[in-house]
């Protein structure tokens, strides 16, 4: 079986809102299965993933956080959120006890 097993769109994320009208584009097009989005240490402006994940229902398997391939990294909600919100990984376990009690 040589066919792919995924499809991904490689998306840029300095772009912003616009990443998810090219995501809504090319899945209607090729059948995008997921994103990888890059450049995400270089902009504030990446609160459309969480868009992009819930309109399209589009995972995204990968980020960029830097220039080297070994700055490519799984994605992980959580450590994103905590990020996007401002939350360092202590703030962010003190939130976790507050509400898990």
Same mark, same amino acid.
């Given at each position: 079986d040589?066919?792919?097993?995924?499809?991904? =769109?490689?998306v840029? !994320?300095?772009?912003?809102?616009?990443?998810?009208?090219?995501a809504?584009?090319?899945?209607?097009?090729v059948?995008?299965?997921?994103?990888?989005i890059?450049? @995400? #240490?270089?902009? !504030?402006? !990446?609160?459309?993933?969480v868009g992009?994940?819930?309109? =399209?229902g589009l995972?995204?398997k @990968?980020i960029?956080?830097?220039?080297?391939?070994?700055?490519?990294?799984?994605? #992980?909600?959580?450590?994103?959120?905590?990020? =996007?919100?401002?939350y360092?990984a202590?703030a962010?376990? !003190?939130?976790?006890?507050?509400l898990?009690?």
């Amino acid at each position: 079986d040589r066919d792919p097993h995924d499809t991904l =769109l490689v998306v840029d !994320a300095s772009i912003g809102r616009n990443a998810v009208d090219q995501a809504q584009t090319w899945q209607e097009e090729v059948g995008v299965s997921g994103v990888i989005i890059t450049k @995400l #240490d270089g902009t !504030a402006r !990446a609160g459309y993933v969480v868009g992009m994940t819930r309109d =399209l229902g589009l995972p995204v398997k @990968l980020i960029g956080v830097g220039e080297k391939i070994d700055d490519l990294q799984d994605f #992980d909600p959580p450590a994103f959120v905590d990020a =996007l919100l401002g939350y360092d990984a202590e703030a962010s376990a !003190a939130l976790q006890k507050r509400l898990d009690t």
